[in-house]
């Protein structure tokens, strides 16, 4: 079975995932999208061979056409049409950030809840590259033994225009605080934000910020997001543990040795890096509803838990003091 997908948002990721679904992995179609710009969905349309423009994004969740919806449009409008998608009894992936508020991620876990399945998948990508996964292995092998600290770079060449203040944490840092809950499998349960001195091609930003946060076992994991730190797209992990150290391992495929130096190459941004981790992403994604089995990707719950962090980091930006992160209980959906 091919599975008939719609995909709202047809801007940088919405076009990078369209190309994926359609010349990369298997098993999908493209048949409707939408963007609020309608000129950017006619455009993406016009290079599909099966594709319908819709007037809005209830309209194209509604399309009986379109089996699974794919949610990239700006993080304030995930909230209606993941809500919308569940109404439908659609599997929807959404990109990340899940919704923007705590209250939205628990709008959309409530309703996920009462429909008695999992529906919904976070774009959380980090979980699927081939880095990350080793890690994983490295950290559940216990080969370096207990964690005792957790080190989480992020760090972008340059942001767009519209990135404000908060967006180091809720737009950038959301992925570290996913894939450190990921890794170390538990919850963070403090913060703590410190702005460095700013890097003047920031303009008002405060970039780069370090974030000093807890678990539950009292891991201490310290996030590092530099937003505009021109070099190139560099993500860095490093897990100190009771025995060892596990780290990322540098992510230039060829090493070159030229007058007395060591070079490798570094990304130019998200696209490049995780590029072979969006590709399995979308794979897994479509076998599993296609399979009808179950979703095992990010939940509703991970999108909610990382947005908890988030809100407690802006708040501990804001006021300089150290914030509990807390949680409602897990629904049983999730576990
Ligand atoms: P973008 O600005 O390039 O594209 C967003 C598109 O959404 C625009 O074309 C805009 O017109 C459209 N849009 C806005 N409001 C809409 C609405 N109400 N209905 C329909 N369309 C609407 O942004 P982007 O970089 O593609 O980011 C989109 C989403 O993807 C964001 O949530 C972002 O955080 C996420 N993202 C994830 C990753 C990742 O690594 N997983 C990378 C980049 C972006
Ligand atoms: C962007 O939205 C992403 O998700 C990228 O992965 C991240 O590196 C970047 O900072 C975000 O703005």
Redesign the pocket.
């Known amino acids: 079975m091919t599975l008939k997908v719609g995909v709202i948002g047809t801007g940088m990721i919405g076009r990078d995932h369209i190309r994926r679904l359609t010349e990369v992995v298997s098993g999908a179609e493209v048949v409707a999208v939408n963007d609020a710009n309608e000129v950017s969905a006619k455009e993406v349309a016009s290079g599909l061979p099966n594709a319908t423009v819709h007037a809005t994004g209830e309209d194209l969740i509604a399309d009986d056409r379109v089996d699974a919806v794919i949610v990239c449009s700006w993080g304030p409008t995930h909230e209606q049409y993941v809500l919308a998608s569940i109404a439908a009894g659609k599997p929807v992936f959404c990109e990340?950030p899940l919704a923007t508020t705590t209250e939205a991620c628990r709008n959309i876990i409530d309703a996920e809840v009462a429909s008695g399945k999992r529906l919904v998948q976070v774009g959380f990508m980090r979980r699927y590259d081939a880095p990350y996964r080793a890690l994983k292995r490295a950290i559940d092998s216990g080969a370096v033994g207990a964690p005792l600290i957790y080190y989480s770079g992020?760090r972008?060449p340059s942001?767009p225009e519209h990135?404000t203040k908060d967006?180091a944490i809720v737009?950038?840092a959301v992925?570290d605080f996913d894939v450190t809950r990921w890794l170390l499998g538990e919850e963070l349960t403090t913060i703590r934000v410190q702005a460095a001195k700013p890097n003047s091609h920031g303009g008002e930003l405060q970039d780069p910020l370090l974030m000093t946060l807890e678990t539950e076992r009292g891991v201490l994991v310290q996030v590092e997001t530099s937003?505009n730190i021109r070099y190139g797209?560099d993500i860095r992990g490093e897990v100190v543990g009771e025995d060892g150290t596990a780290a990322l391992a540098d992510t230039g495929q060829v090493v070159l040795r030229t007058s007395n130096s060591v070079g490798v190459r570094v990304p130019e941004d998200?696209r490049e890096r995780?590029i072979a981790a969006y590709d399995v992403e979308f794979q897994e994604w479509i076998n599993e509803v296609v399979a009808g089995t179950g979703l095992t990707g990010p939940s509703s719950w991970d999108g909610y838990a990382a947005q908890v962090v988030c809100d407690a980091g802006v708040k501990a930006l804001y006021s300089g003091e150290r914030v509990q992160i807390e949680l409602a209980t897990k629904p049983g959906l999730y576990s």
Do not use: A, I, P
């Open positions: 990340k992020h972008n942001v990135y967006m737009d950038t992925h937003v797209y998200w995780f």
